[in-house]
């Protein structure tokens, strides 16, 4: 069994950071890419940013950019999300999830973390 547990959540004031874990345990899988998502409430679900697990390369949603920074530990089995200058509008769950071959088919998510930003 595969898990991917999200940590690093919590309540900040705007303009404030925090920064997310995404742990990966349990048996080997495959694994092209990585990425967070994160879902408001009364909102579908977004993508917010993707880390390809052999090279690295990176993408983010333009809300993010500049703000957010993704990034992996191969050695840890874990991906983390850096967010600084943290807005109201980035409240949200966030979740991590499995690329397995890279075509954005997600396999495998986390339980989520929840980010609330206040004003």
């Known amino acids: 069994q595969v898990q991917l547990v999200e940590s690093g959540g919590g309540l900040v004031q705007a303009g404030g950071s925090l920064r997310l874990s995404c742990a990966a345990s349990?048996?080997?899988?495959?694994?092209?890419?990585m990425a967070w998502f994160r879902q408001a409430p009364g909102k579908e679900r977004e993508f917010v940013a993707a880390i390809s697990w052999s090279r690295g390369t990176t993408r983010y949603t333009d809300s993010v950019k500049g703000r957010f920074t993704i990034s992996k530990d191969n050695a840890k089995n874990t991906m983390y999300l850096q967010m600084n200058s943290l807005k109201p509008e980035d409240t949200a769950v966030y979740f991590c999830a499995n690329d397995p071959y890279g075509n954005h088919n997600y396999n495998i998510w986390g339980q989520g973390t929840q980010v609330t930003v206040s004003s």
């Open positions: 349990g048996r080997p899988f495959s694994r092209y890419a």
